[in-house]
């Protein structure tokens, strides 16, 4: 199984400034020229929400201010500029194969 | 809109079973893929089953194959976990998700979840 570990754990940022999220698998997640790793949002209460998927592309109704990057076992999810709304917790996740794995999630508290 | 709501949560001892349902709307149910999400009490997330558009392949991780099954009546927009032999590291919150035009498995859309715990 491909294991996703993000860090940090948690971390607490300015109102406007950046907010980096890392997420490193324990094998490429690539193929065909893609690389399948997905972020998602989560709040109290609620389910996930679909930000960035394949790496890079922006999620239909997510702002600008999230974007991601990365390939083969190493990607980041940056926040820029942090909004109040962003406080909640963001997980990765592979869809490069079976099984589908997540990372362990990460708190973002903002300052 | 598109709108999943899942049903069927429940407590249950260890070694029983229980049945899920997912009632899907706002698109057209029978061309997409589904999935089950759980999520633990220690809001760790792991994905539980997928079942194809038409519902001929299905595909579970090793922590719950042989135990639960996925299926679909695509006349009724409805999807299903059924799980039997219940352990308490089922205890989880249940979501249904649906995978993009593509069948990729990633999750734009998902229920509520519905709360399934395993406690003698």
């Known amino acids: 199984d491909i294991v996703l570990t993000q860090s940090p754990a948690s971390l607490a940022v300015s109102l406007g400034q950046r907010a980096t999220i890392s997420c490193k698998a324990s094998?490429?997640?690539?193929?065909?020229?893609?690389?399948?790793m997905n972020w998602y949002q989560q709040k109290p209460g609620q389910p996930p929400k679909l930000l960035i998927y394949a790496a890079s592309n922006l999620e239909s109704g997510i702002p600008a201010r999230f974007s991601g990057s990365g390939s083969g076992t190493d990607f980041t999810l940056n926040i820029h500029p942090v909004e109040e709304e962003d406080a909640a917790t963001y997980y990765c996740q592979q869809s490069n194969e079976d099984p589908y794995t997540f990372g362990g999630g990460t708190k973002l508290e903002i300052k | 809109e598109v709108q999943l709501v899942e049903s069927g949560g429940d407590l249950v001892k260890p070694g029983g079973s229980l049945k899920l349902s997912c009632a899907a709307s706002g698109f057209t149910f029978s061309s997409y893929g589904m999935s089950w999400v759980r999520q633990t009490p220690d809001k760790r997330l792991e994905w539980v089953a997928t079942i194809s558009s038409g519902g001929s392949y299905t595909y579970y991780p090793d922590s719950v194959k042989g135990r639960f099954t996925i299926s679909r009546d695509n006349a009724k927009n409805t999807l299903y976990l059924q799980m039997s032999s219940l352990k308490s590291e089922d205890t989880a919150m249940y979501y249904c998700a649906r995978h993009d035009e593509y069948g990729n498995h990633w999750f734009a859309y998902w229920g509520q979840g519905t709360l399934v715990t395993v406690s003698a």
């Open positions: 094998q490429s997640v690539d193929y065909d020229g893609d690389s399948y």
